[in-house]
């Protein structure tokens, strides 16, 4: 139930198109969904973060879309470039902690060709 | 220095060796947690150190033991590893609070020879 599964495991575009990566969950208790973009050689870097009281969140070229009755979430890069080339890991946590427990999805390798 | 910074970035070490993995955050941070990336697999949380005692602690072996001597620091001790264990250490650090962003470290790549 703690589980957050991600899909696909990798993702190839073509310069300018759309990306789209889709999280879903089990526990419904989870109450904040961010997404971390991981370039080679680095950290994950928050990349933007939804909360179920909102169905859509908006950040320049990246826009996360919430279900909540589908118990669904994902990630849109619009206009996607090959500099958004990376890994991207969808994660969820609760509240009712006074620290961080994120439960991450597996992560999903996107190519951007050129 | 901004950020949170990990020593070593690269670590090769036998299985009897003993070594010591560091982080250090300068985010102002009281919450800083260890994570175990694998390929392939969702990130592990490990261990989570919130206003420096430990609240987290997932089933990790005994091989591995966490320090965290004050809020910007934190430590993952090694001894007698597995093989089992190479993978990408990360730490992160947030403020204390559910649901407050985690700031990555660049993480220790540690191969088990």
């Known amino acids: 139930q703690q589980q957050v599964k991600q899909s696909p495991q990798s993702l190839i575009v073509q310069k300018g198109g759309i990306s789209i990566i889709n999280c879903a969950y089990e526990?419904?208790?989870?109450?904040?969904f961010p997404w971390y973009q991981q370039f080679p050689g680095k950290g994950p870097a928050l990349l933007i973060a939804?909360?179920?009281?909102?169905s859509e969140k908006k950040e320049g070229r990246f826009t996360i879309s919430f279900n909540k009755s589908a118990k669904q979430f994902s990630l849109h890069i619009m206009d996607s470039q090959p500099g958004d080339s990376a890994t991207y890991f969808c994660?969820?946590?609760?509240?009712?902690?006074?620290?961080?427990?994120?439960?991450f999805g597996q992560g999903t390798i996107l190519t951007v060709h050129p | 220095e901004t950020g949170v910074t990990q020593t070593p970035r690269h670590l090769v070490m036998g299985m009897t060796n003993k070594k010591s993995l560091k982080c250090e955050q300068h985010?102002?941070?009281?919450?800083m947690y260890w994570y175990k990336q694998s390929a392939k697999k969702p990130l592990e949380l490990m261990f989570v150190?919130?206003?420096?005692?430990?609240?987290e602690n997932n089933s990790v072996p005994s091989r591995f033991s966490p320090e965290c001597p004050n809020s910007s620091h934190l430590f993952l001790h090694l001894h007698t590893l597995q093989p089992e264990d190479s993978a990408l250490y990360l730490c992160?650090?947030?403020?204390?609070?559910?649901?407050?962003?985690?700031?990555f470290g660049d993480g220790t790549r540690l191969s088990i020879l």
């Open positions: 992160a650090s947030s403020q204390e609070s559910s649901n407050q962003p985690q700031h």
């Open positions: 526990n419904t208790a989870f109450d904040y």
């Open positions: 939804i909360r179920p009281d909102v």
């Open positions: 994660a969820a946590s609760t509240r009712g902690t006074s620290y961080g427990k994120l439960t």
């Open positions: 985010l102002g941070h009281n919450a």
């Open positions: 150190y919130s206003l420096e005692e430990r609240v």
